[in-house]
Nanobody
Framework: QVQLVESGGGLVQPGGSLTLSCVVSGSIFRIYDMDWFRQFPGKTREFIATITNGGSTTYADSVKGRFTISRDNAKNMVYLQMNSLKPEDTAVYYC????????????????WGQGTQVTVSS
């Protein structure tokens, strides 16, 4: 089994910064792409950013230039540095990871964390 746990959410003022962390644990042989999504109340999850195990990144237009995704492969962690936060960034933020659980399989399974609330308000 594989588990993802996000941390770092909270309340921040408009214009402020916050860094989210996500650690992957369990049966891990290799982690491929790691992503961040967010979900607004009553809406489907929205893609924010992705990073490959080689470090290539892609961002949604809504966060480009304000958010930065990074990862530490040695620690099985992915981060989301969020700057210049706006009230419309208020959402539950989720990480996911595509994980190969062993050398006996080539299958990659995407696992999700439980989410962390980010609230941007004065």
């Amino acid at each position: 089994q594989v588990q993802l746990v996000e941390s770092g959410g909270g309340l921040v003022q408009p214009g402020g910064s916050l860094t989210l962390s996500c650690v992957v644990s369990g049966s891990i042989f290799r982690i491929y792409d790691m992503d961040w999504f967010r979900q607004f109340p009553g809406k489907t999850r929205e893609f924010i950013a992705t990073i490959t195990n080689g470090g290539s990144t892609t961002y949604a237009d809504s966060v480009k230039g304000r958010f930065t995704i990074s990862r530490d492969n040695a620690k099985n962690m992915v981060y989301l540095q969020m700057n210049s936060l706006k009230p419309e960034d208020t959402a539950v933020y989720y990480c996911n990871a595509a994980v190969q659980s062993g050398s006996y399989t080539r299958a990659r399974v995407t696992y999700w964390g439980q989410g962390t609330q980010v609230t941007v308000s004065s």
